[in-house]
Nanobody, 120 residues
Framework: QVQLVESGGGLVQPGGSLRLSCAAS????????MGWYRQAPGKQRELVAAITSGGSTNYLDSVKGRFTISRDNAKNTVSLQMNSLKPEDTTVYYC??????????????WGQGTQVTVSS
């Protein structure tokens, strides 16, 4: 079991910045990737950014150059620095952790979600 606690989010004007953080606890050693997803009402949840335990990153095309994901393995945290925010970035963001074990295979764990609102 992995528990994820998110922080950050809130209201920001277009062009502004926010930083989301997620702290993982529990079966940390089984985590091989962490990331952030977002889901707008009536739409599917989409991957925003992900980072593996080795440091490889993957980004949604629309956030490339604006968002940066980072991971602190010592503190078991993952952060998403969001710059040049646009109104279309407004939605709920979810922290995700992917784990693997020989017994259970791959599992997804989710945070509770944090609202990001970009508006003037």
């Amino acid at each position: 079991q992995v528990q994820l606690v998110e922080s950050g989010g809130g209201l920001v004007q277009p062009g502004g910045s926010l930083r989301l953080s997620c702290a993982a606890s529990g079966s940390i050693s089984s985590i091989y990737a962490m990331g952030w997803y977002r889901q707008a009402p009536g739409k599917q949840r989409e991957l925003v950014a992900a980072i593996t335990s080795g440091g490889s990153t993957n980004y949604l095309d629309s956030v490339k150059g604006r968002f940066t994901i980072s991971r602190d393995n010592a503190k078991n945290t993952v952060s998403l620095q969001m710059n040049s925010l646009k109104p279309e970035d407004t939605t709920v963001y979810y922290c995700n952790a992917k784990t693997y074990s020989d017994n259970d295979g791959v599992w997804d764990y989710w945070g509770q979600g944090t609202q990001v609102t970009v508006s003037s």
